[in-house]
């Protein structure tokens, strides 16, 4: 049977839901994933050109944008079932070539992909690019999803957001996590300034975005429709307020790990406990909250909370305003790269 998936991705709502089954076929065959996303080639443009040959820092991090956000999100939902897993960018004009490549580099078995049944802008990575790969692939080729076919549910668009949010979030969790080896003195020089970027990042999104639309629309629907899980949703948004209470102590035990070495066995405890704490929320969410709303809710129930969340996307990963949140994450990418490979 299939050991090692190659599973291209675009950054779509379709390709959040390829992540989820791909996870899915890859946990039940025991498989491993190669998860790939082609980027275009920014150099090739005027402005590109110019950009490169003024900062060529500044335009590997432009160049990086979104693919890198894309991959730490798929990272992240095989990371949270120790699947085996690597991301992979590439740069090109013609992504199924190199989704062939790559896959024949990785010693893939299996190409797992989903197609949009369109050409244009979004059939980029999966419309017509899907039928170029099943063409000359000599690997067998999955192809798990066809958007054009498939009847979408304001339920299943709501929960495909709010996985994508987790997934974010969880990729955050995952680079704090690989702080606290280094601030121990088990890995590199503890790296203040990105501590501080993803602390800014858990402080902007989860709690002021994610926590108050899940109890406001999610949690307390839910809780109106059944009493079957009233106490787990009691104990999440109590989860919700120690959170950010712990939140604020990282952020003093930061500053004082900055001006003290001591201070920063003190700060990875801290950290080693809200990260531990925030797998365990996610987990209960996904696995207990969201199936109970699946069976309780109503239709109009969805379409509320999915008009709710879509207001975030302006902060999710891979759609950032904040110039600060994609240097954030092309450098998170990085390190889920390192953290699968280990």
Not at 73 to 86: H, N, S, T, V, W
Not at 178 to 190: E, K, M, N
Not at 237 to 247: F, L, M, N, T
Not at 292 to 312: C, K, P, S, V, Y
Request: aromatic content about 6%.
């Amino acid at each position: 049977m299939y050991r090692h998936l190659l599973v291209p991705l675009d950054g779509s709502e379709l390709a959040t839901n390829l992540v989820t089954q791909a996870v899915e076929f890859a946990r039940t065959l025991g498989a491993r994933i190669t998860f790939f996303t082609a980027r275009e080639d920014v150099g090739s443009s005027g402005d590109g050109a110019l950009l490169r040959s003024l900062s060529p820092d500044a335009f590997a991090e432009a160049a990086a944008g979104e693919a890198s956000a894309i991959l730490a999100k798929a990272l992240a939902a095989a990371g949270a079932f120790d699947l085996p897993c690597e991301g992979v960018v590439r740069t090109g004009s013609r992504p199924y070539e190199l989704i062939l490549d790559v896959a024949a580099e990785r010693g893939c078995d299996l190409i797992f992909m989903a197609s949009h049944g369109r050409r244009g802008l979004r059939g980029l990575m999966m419309g017509s690019q899907t039928q170029k790969v099943l063409t000359h692939s000599t690997l067998p080729v999955l192809v798990a999803t066809i958007e054009n076919n498939v009847v979408s549910s304001a339920a299943d668009a709501a929960i495909g957001i709010i996985k994508n949010e987790h997934r974010a979030i969880a990729a955050v969790i995952r680079g704090l996590r690989r702080q606290t080896d280094q601030l121990r003195g088990q890995g590199a020089v503890p790296d203040f300034e990105f501590l501080a970027s993803m602390i800014h990042y858990i402080k902007a999104f989860p709690e002021v975005q994610h926590h108050p639309k899940e109890e406001q629309y999610l949690f307390s629907r839910l809780a109106a429709r059944s009493g079957e899980v009233a106490a787990l949703i009691a104990s999440l948004e109590q989860e919700h307020r120690e959170g950010a209470r712990s939140i604020d102590e990282i952020e003093l035990l930061l500053a004082q790990a900055r001006a003290s070495t001591p201070h920063q066995f003190a700060l990875a405890d801290a950290l080693e406990r809200f990260t531990d704490a925030q797998w365990r929320h996610l987990s209960a969410e996904e696995k207990l909250i969201l199936p109970a709303a699946r069976r309780h809710l109503t239709e109009g129930d969805w379409r509320d909370i999915e008009a709710a969340f879509r207001q975030n996307e302006a902060l999710r990963v891979g759609s950032e305003r904040d110039e600060a949140f994609k240097l954030l994450f092309v450098r998170l990418m990085n390190i889920a790269a390192e953290d699968a490979r280990a």
